[in-house]
Each structure stands twice: as structure tokens, then as C-alpha cells.
């Protein structure tokens, strides 16, 4: 028999179920994935970015665009992945807010959600920005 091995791993932020979420659920916009890319070199992945050591998300390029050094900064062993991807996976924004922030949102009423959201967003010609901390 074959040695069988998982190449993708899927960090879903914290409290989330993945064995409940129906098909509609936004959750999956939340999630981080860990994917295997050589023997012992895994990327962080959300999107089409990759985590680097520095702690900054960057966009990864097709394989044919991938240099040496951005590779070695930018690939871990499983262990370290998935580390990192469960330490950053609760401080991913969507539209400016976190799952958890979403979730709050959801469960008020909609009047209140309202006020809730403006309080912690700001006008800016019409728009709205979002005041968020990243983790360093």
C-alpha cells in the first residue's frame, strides 16, 4: 500500500465548525489554508497570498515567478504552518472586519447592528474605513 499523505490543511477561525456550516456560509472567507508545495516546505495561504516569515501576507506569484529568496521566506515545515496559520487566522478582515466582529454583528437586530458598525467605522467622503490593528 501507498504511504497517503494530506497536501491541504484548512484553519477555520476560532469557534467555527466546519462540519456545520451550510453551503452558504461566509466562513470560508475567514479561513487560512496550509498547503503542502515540496517535500517539507508548506505555504500559509489566504487568497492568492502567502504568509512570509516577516509576518506580512504577499502575493504569490505563478510558480515560474518565484524566486529563491522569496521562496525560503515564504515556506515552513508543517508544524510551523500550521502555527502560524492558527495565530493569524482570528485577525483576518473581510471588508474591514474579523469573523468574530461579523458574527456580532449578525446576532444584533438591525437597527442596532447599524449603530454598532458606524461606531467602530468611520465616514470618509461617503465611504466607509475601517479602524483595524494588524498583529505584528
Known amino acids: 500500500?501507498?504511504?497517503?499523505h494530506a497536501t491541504?490543511?484548512?484553519v477555520y477561525p476560532t469557534g467555527v465548525d466546519?462540519?456545520?456550516?451550510d453551503g452558504m456560509s461566509e466562513a470560508h472567507s475567514f479561513t487560512i489554508t496550509v498547503q503542502w508545495r515540496s517535500p517539507h516546505k508548506?505555504?500559509?495561504l489566504?487568497?492568492?497570498e502567502a504568509l512570509g516569515t516577516d509576518g506580512c501576507w504577499d502575493y504569490e506569484s505563478l510558480p515560474s515567478g518565484r524566486e529563491d529568496h522569496w521562496l525560503a521566506t515564504h515556506r515552513f515545515s508543517l508544524d510551523e504552518a500550521l502555527r502560524l496559520a492558527q495565530a493569524h487566522v482570528d485577525h483576518i478582515p473581510v471588508n474591514g472586519l474579523t469573523?468574530?466582529?461579523w458574527e456580532h454583528?449578525?446576532?444584533?437586530?438591525a437597527e442596532?447592528?447599524?449603530r454598532a458598525y458606524r461606531a467602530e467605522v468611520g465616514p470618509s467622503n461617503g465611504a466607509y474605513w475601517k479602524k483595524t490593528h494588524y498583529p505584528n
Open 99 to 101: 469573523w468574530h466582529q
Open 8 to 10: 491541504t490543511y484548512t
Open 105 to 109: 454583528y449578525r446576532a444584533l437586530d
Open 42 to 44: 508548506w505555504a500559509v
Open 18 to 21: 466546519p462540519d456545520t456550516l
Open 112 to 114: 442596532e447592528a447599524r
Open 46 to 48: 489566504r487568497n492568492r
Open 1 to 4: 500500500m501507498s504511504n497517503v
